[in-house]
């Protein structure tokens, strides 16, 4: 069993267009396998001492934690929020033929 160290890195966006654009960019450049875009969700958060509610659309990816940092890099240099949400959770466990397609599609 070869082991292989994958993650999923989630984003929001504040439009389906713009997570387009970070899906398809992130895939593009090799960073994720694969990105899955949701929404409209609805997000409630305190920002600037203000309790807002907006519409958002969340991205996850697919990737490996070598790509980790190039994925960051990426999306802080295409997201345009001041504050982007990035969270990377580790899979604990997955289909060993999916992970390897993670990890081609990655490298």
Partial sequence: MTVITAITVLTTTD???KAGELA???VDARLAACAQISG???SVY???DAIET???WQILFKTTEARYDALEAHLRAHHDYDTPEIIATPVVRGSEA???WVAAETS
């Fill in 54 to 56: 907006s519409a958002e």
């Fill in 46 to 48: 305190r920002w600037q």
């Fill in 24 to 26: 398809r960019g992130a």
């Fill in 15 to 17: 439009s389906e267009a």
């Fill in 40 to 42: 409209p969700v609805t």
């Fill in 98 to 100: 999916y992970l390897e």
